[in-house]
Structure formats: C-alpha cells, structure tokens
C-alpha cells in the first residue's frame, strides 16, 4: 500500500503549517563547527618565516618590514561618529581596511548602513569580542580575569554576530581583542577556537582618539598625528608593515574626533610612498605562532 503524501513529508522530516510546509532548522554543534575553524587555520599556508613579523604575547604586532606597506585598522563599540567619512576617504583612494566591532556597535541599527557598505566593498570585518571584556589586569598581563567558558560563549557570540552580516564564516579568521589587551593564554584558546589574532603595532599614539578632554591620558589630535609622522621619519623602517590603529568613533567628550585628520594623514602617507593592503594581505603566509 502506498504510504499518504502526510506520512512521506512526516518521514523526511518535514513539519506541516496552515497551508505550508517547514523544513525545520538544524543547529549546527558548536564543537564541528570549532573543529573545522581550527582545520582551517592549521592548513592556511605558512611561506614566510616567524622572524619576518613582529609578534608580542604569540600574536603578530607588524608586518614585514621589507616593503613600504600599511594596513589600517579600525575597532568600534560605543561610537561610531567617524565610520562613513573613514569608509569615504577609504573608497576614494581605493583602500581596503580591516574593522573589527563588539556585539553592541554591531546591534546597533544606526551603524547597520555602514557595515553592509564595508561588506558590500570589500573590507574585512572581523570580532572585537562581543561585551569587550577586559581579558588581563592592566597592572599584570600574565594573569586572566575570564575563564575558558566565558571567553569562548563570548568570542562564537561575536563571531556569529559578524557572519551575520553575510560574510562567509570562512572569511572570519583574523580579530582584535577587547581594549587591545590579551596575553598568550588568550592567543592559545584563539586558536582552539580556529581564530587567528593579532594586535596594533607600538610606536605612535594613534591608539589615544578614543581618549577625552577630561581624562589624565587624553592627547589631542595634532599630539596624534604629529607622533604618527615623527615615527614615520625618526625611524629606520618608517612605517612599513605597519598595522596603523584608530577607532571609527569616540565620545561627544572628546572635542576633536581624530578621524578628520584621516584625509591629510592619508595624503600624507601616499605623498611618502606607502601602499595600503587589507590586514590578511599583510599577514599572509605567517605561522600560527612565533615558535
């Protein structure tokens, strides 16, 4: 006898609605999907040696030095005030940059235009860590303040946060943490979870926008800019290979956001010769690790 149309659609799993039928949804496992982010970063090709990079706490911190290459990076939480004259300014020279973003500036409508533009032309968009938790006490880096759970519930948030953009999973291999801070125990559970980090390089105070007119660190924006060009022209290497950090925004308390400075920073750096490529152009061909 043959089975009813009911008892085949039953069989194959498919449940049946008010004049519809639904294929329900199947979670991915959390831990085949971890499995196979690791697999892929483990079979992503190593062609230059460690020693070509340099690394702070196992994590990459610059680029190879032999060529005159930037690649500028962003991170966003709170603000994002700058986001679409960076995207302008970025578009109009033909640059590609890297934006890594926490769970509450990618929650927030008002930033969504901008993240369809970055993934619509070709900017890397990568986790930030989805509450930018802090991972080791300023006053000593070897100690961490989140437990593995914690940090991973965190990062597969975020990440899943970024895919959602509809960028392919695949394509979220490199991050930033939170606050810019991590020690090498953060770096070893990044890469059980298949994800590659790595930080800003030291040397300027680019990393100080964020930074308000009330607080004991601020530093204006012609502080900033000038450290970015006396490093450039004090040291031997200028700023090749570097991975050039500012944030996408900053607070209404800081009186001069950095980001107007973008165009005549950027003026400047291809009026000296630099080529601007994407973070995972700069990085490729790097060992997982330094050792």
């Not at 970025?90 to 590609?96: F, Q, S, V």
């Not at 409508?109 to 533009?117: K, N, S």
């Not at 946060?161 to 939170?178: F, H, M």
Request: proline share 7%.
């Amino acid at each position: 006898m043959m089975k009813s149309v009911t008892a085949v659609m039953a069989a194959a799993g498919v449940l049946l609605g008010t004049g519809c039928a639904m294929i329900p949804t199947r979670t991915p496992d959390p831990e085949a999907l971890r499995a196979e982010r690791v697999q892929f970063i483990e079979s992503m090709p190593v062609t230059r040696p460690a020693e070509d990079f340099d690394w702070s706490h196992n994590a990459i911190i610059r680029g190879s030095r032999d060529e005159p290459v930037i690649a500028l990076m962003f991170t966003g939480g709170s603000w994002g005030d700058g986001t679409m004259l960076i995207l302008d300014e970025l578009a109009e020279r033909g640059i590609k940059g890297a934006f890594y973003f926490t769970g509450e500036f990618l929650a927030n409508p008002e930033f969504r235009p901008a993240l369809d533009r970055m993934v619509e032309e070709g900017h890397l968009v990568g986790p930030h860590g989805h509450a930018h938790l802090l991972y080791a006490p300023w006053e000593d880096r070897s100690q961490t303040l989140v437990t593995r759970e914690e940090f991973v519930e965190d990062l597969r948030r975020n990440i899943e946060d970024v895919v959602a953009l509809g960028i392919p999973r695949e394509e979220v291999v490199w991050w930033v943490p939170p606050y810019e801070w991590y020690n090498e125990q953060i770096v070893e559970w990044s890469l059980e979870e298949g994800m590659r980090l790595h930080n800003y390089s030291p040397g300027t105070l680019s990393h100080a926008d964020y930074t308000t007119a009330d607080a004991a660190n601020y530093r204006d924006s012609d502080t900033i800019f000038d450290s970015i060009i006396e490093f450039e022209q004090r040291e031997e290497d200028g700023l090749n290979g570097f991975l050039l950090f500012t944030h996408v925004g900053a607070s209404p308390a800081r009186p001069d956001p950095f980001h107007y400075r973008m165009p005549e920073l950027l003026d400047y750096l291809e009026e000296q010769g630099y080529r601007f490529v994407r973070v995972d152009e700069l990085l490729e061909g790097a060992p997982l690790l330094p050792n």
